[in-house]
């Protein structure tokens, strides 16, 4: 980025800032694989136009509020959630649009994360003679594209796990029922952590007990946003290639990826075709050297790779303690319920080798609040 000083934040960029992450807001579940990015545009201390990136191949933001300008722009400021774009993608640069838009100064929350074209939109404004102002509520910003940020700067999508357990730390009886342990509120907040995410990871295991569909089931009306809901590819980590081919997240509508191991799909060539035949793809993978597990790291990378910015996993104890033990995982909503159910029912987690109080794994609580009749508490891992 330029070294130019930075300009002198005003009071009111704090506000107009604000309201410019508001609007990314509405692009929670819609932008995929791109970032949510808000825009506000004023003159003489008011509004006169917004806009929010909506969906990829559509216009950004700041292209949004500028066709609300009427035309207006000369001599204004803008407020935009992310560094405007420099390059030509699917939409032209949107520094370019800035800059023959005449707007005065450009107020800008974070830099984009991707290395290869981070603060260049910065510096080509600036090169306008355009006043920039970088890092205004910056991490409230980051807060909208934490998928987008990591997979720019890591190469790995940001993981969410979801599980839910009982007061006693179970998540099933001895039998293997567990419908339902929390209440229709919690339900149908995860409904709303599926919709946001890219990707719906589970393993063969849960495919086997419960036949989920794993499928965003609210309707765009709930969700608040206009035309189709997008389904999240849903990936199923399936080392022998067991997964039915009636399973009903097979059957549901979008994008579904097997991932198998390596000498499976050598084996088993004639069921790979039928599945291919329903449209599912499939990932072969080698083992770990002397493990019988599938590389979870590789298997994120490849998911990054294919443009997946936010996982979300509804699986079993089995993959979420490997996510976890192989810190894999940013962030677990679990959602516990106002119930005991037994030194019977199955744990929440396995999660093996721990020996001594050294090897505790230690979260952070990020947040704590009541979902109904259960309690939802969001950890930082």
């Known amino acids: 980025m330029s070294e130019l000083p930075q300009p002198e934040i005003k009071p009111d960029d704090y506000v107009f800032m604000a309201r410019a992450i508001q609007l990314a807001k509405k692009g929670l579940y819609t932008t995929h694989p791109n970032p949510r990015v808000g825009c506000v545009i004023t003159k003489k201390g008011e509004i006169i136009a917004e806009g929010y990136h909506q969906r990829a191949g559509e216009p950004h933001a700041e292209i949004n509020a500028l066709s609300n300008c009427n035309r207006f722009s000369h001599g204004a400021s803008v407020y935009v959630t992310l560094e405007p774009c420099s390059h030509t993608g699917k939409t032209p640069p949107c520094a370019n649009a800035l800059i023959e838009a005449q707007v005065s100064r450009v107020v800008i929350a974070m830099q984009d994360p991707n290395p290869q074209v981070a603060g260049e939109g910065i510096k080509r404004l600036q090169e306008a003679g355009i006043e920039v102002v970088v890092g205004v509520l910056e991490e409230q910003s980051r807060q909208l594209n934490p998928g987008f940020i990591k997979r720019m700067q890591k190469g790995l999508p940001w993981v969410r796990v979801k599980l839910a357990m009982s007061l006693d730390g179970r998540t099933a009886m001895a039998s293997g029922e567990s419908k339902w342990i929390t209440g229709e509120d919690a339900r149908y907040d995860v409904q709303k952590l599926r919709a946001q995410a890219d990707a719906i990871l589970t393993g063969i295991g849960t495919v086997a007990a419960d036949d989920p569909s794993l499928n965003v089931r609210l309707t765009a009306q709930e969700l608040g946003i206009e035309g189709e809901v997008r389904q999240p590819k849903r990936v199923v980590i399936d080392t022998s290639l067991n997964t039915p081919l009636d399973a009903k997240l097979l059957k549901s509508a979008g994008d579904k990826l097997i991932v198998v191991a390596r000498e499976t799909l050598e084996q088993e060539q004639q069921l790979v075709r039928a599945f291919k035949t329903f449209g599912v793809e499939i990932l ?98």
Request: aromatic share 4%; net charge negative.
């Open 284 to 381: 072969e993978v080698d083992k770990t050297d002397g493990d019988e597990h599938l590389p979870l790291e590789l298997i994120l990378q490849e998911l990054a790779r294919q443009e997946i910015n936010e996982v979300h996993v509804e699986a079993g104890a089995t993959l979420c303690g490997s996510l976890i033990q192989a810190k894999l995982v940013d962030e677990m909503i679990l959602y516990v319920a106002p119930v005991f159910m037994g030194s019977d029912a199955k744990g929440l987690l396995n999660l093996a080798g721990l020996e001594d109080m050294q090897d505790l794994i230690k979260v952070e609580i990020s947040d704590i609040r009541k979902v109904g009749n259960d309690f939802r508490i969001s950890l930082a891992l």
